[in-house]
């Protein structure tokens, strides 16, 4: 059981907007530590996509936005396109366990 | 473009220690921080620890008492080394780069180890 908590799946069509939650708690998110975002496809490196709650890295495409409030932040992905098919994990810090914490993973689906 | 790449034995025998190293290209290795992160087989990514290129090491706690991080500048890489493993070590080793210790940008492709006899 992971830390912070994400939907385990979520689909959209093409050109469709999704978002994805991820729930933490008072001793991560909820206590201000920024929310990171990466994408994954299996046997590959993953791919950072967001990083302190709403930041682009150059190159990520600005379909790609991140949103934090209270304990929770999210991933929203407008403009769905195949190649978007991928787990999606966010991660934070956690003052308890004292060190990097991650979300289970949401796996996209493309319809 | 910066790149990751983890190397060690994919097999390792109970209560041994799993040792990788990760090579950096296309960029130095000071001034960051460098991660290894772990994901086993149907479960969460699961963060290691991390070493700046000075030397200085964060930990997992949970993993603290038999992890060890390692820098070496001169050849570009940094290695982890997990005494004791069982089966619940088996897992994806990944490195990653973290510019800010918070969070990392760049990452390896991973490196299945799996702890068996």
């Known amino acids: 059981q992971s830390v912070l908590t994400q939907p385990p799946s979520v689909s959209g069509a093409p050109g469709q907007r999704v978002t994805i939650s991820c729930t933490g708690s008072s001793s991560n998110i909820g206590a201000g530590y920024d929310v990171h975002w990466y994408q994954h496809l299996p046997g590959t490196a993953p791919k950072f996509l967001i990083f302190?709650?709403?930041n682009r890295p150059s190159g990520v495409p600005d379909r790609f936005s991140g949103s934090k409030s209270g304990t929770s932040a999210s991933l929203a992905i407008t403009g769905l396109q195949a190649e978007d098919e991928a787990d999606y994990y966010c991660q934070s810090y956690d003052s308890r366990l004292i060190g990097w914490v991650f979300g289970g993973g949401t796996k996209l689906t493309v319809l | 473009q910066v790149q990751l790449q983890e190397s060690g034995p994919g097999l390792v025998k109970p209560s041994e220690t799993l040792s990788l190293t990760c090579t950096v290209s296309?960029?130095?290795?000071?001034?960051?921080?460098w991660s290894w992160i772990r994901q086993p087989p149907g479960k969460a990514l699961d963060w290691i620890g991390h070493i700046y290129y000075s030397g200085s090491t964060k930990y997992n706690p949970s993993l603290k008492s038999r992890v060890t991080i390692s820098v070496d500048t001169s050849k570009n890489q940094f290695s982890l080394k997990l005494s004791s493993v069982t089966a619940a070590d088996t897992a994806v080793y990944y490195c990653?780069?973290?510019?800010?210790?918070?969070?990392?940008?760049?990452w390896g492709q991973g490196a299945l180890v799996t702890v068996s006899s």
């Open positions: 296309g960029g130095s290795i000071t001034y960051y921080y």
């Open positions: 990653a780069r973290s510019p800010s210790s918070t969070w990392a940008d760049y």
């Open positions: 302190d709650n709403s």
